[in-house]
């Protein structure tokens, strides 16, 4: 089999499932990533044991599993990180909040700000902010022992041994609060979808996407942000910024609580797509 065999058996297989642009896209990503093929290469042969891989790796993108946990890899704003279904995989609109972010570190005039990400799953937000600042004191906390694992990875492959401090912990434990030093910047995209939604979600993010990092009890679907934001009263420096990714049913809501606690310069952003993703707002003076 060679390389323009091999899209074509991919092709066919998949669209029925993905359609024909997914299923382009999820060829390439599979041939270029496992095999190193590109797009133009089409007589490369591959050896048996490729063959065979493929093979494996085509029945489960065909039960349905994300092509980036097939690989155990996902590309985020142009970094490569280890996946499982421990952690979400990283997605565009998370790219919108790290490069807002990183427009407002280049404002703050502080040596060596400090961020802190909150659940950090793969740790794709802190760890890209920190590849392209170099200058910030990193920390990250996150519950799921399994993420932790996948992070401290990310970030010794990504950033190198020790260039941050990530530790595990629930933000909903005031208790551990004490831990926590002062910061001047808290990044989180936290569970936000309530149970009642599950049937908006696709079924490939219900069936391997970790549920501990999606959903929420209905009875209080902003409980994660309250108590970032209740922490932030607390750790963030005067003028310090704290970003939110947020479910666009309730982005407004997250501002409204902002503003209720005292955070002043509130502003909701939307996403590429036009809803309202994104929420940012600072610590009073």
Known sequence: MNANEARLLLLESLTPRYGAGESASISRILLEDAFGIQPHERDIVLAPEDKENLAAMLQRLLEGE????????????????????????????TEELVAWALEWLKTRQVESPGVLDIGLGSGCIGITLKKKNPGIRLAGVEKSPAALAIALENADTILGKGACHFVAGDILDESSWAQF??????????????????????????DYEPGLALFVEDRDPLVFYRAIAAFCLKKLHPGGALFFECNEFYAGQVADMLREKGFYGIILRNDLAGAARMVCAFQPF
Request: aromatic share 12%.
């Open 181 to 206: 030093s002062m910061y001047d910047m808290v990044i989180s995209n936290p569970p936000y979808i309530p149970y009642s939604e599950q049937s908006l979600v696709p079924e490939h993010v219900i």
């Open 66 to 93: 994300p092509v980036q946990y097939v690989l155990g890899t996902a590309d985020f704003f142009g970094l490569r990180f280890k996946v499982s279904p421990a952690v979400l995989i990283p997605r565009q609109e």
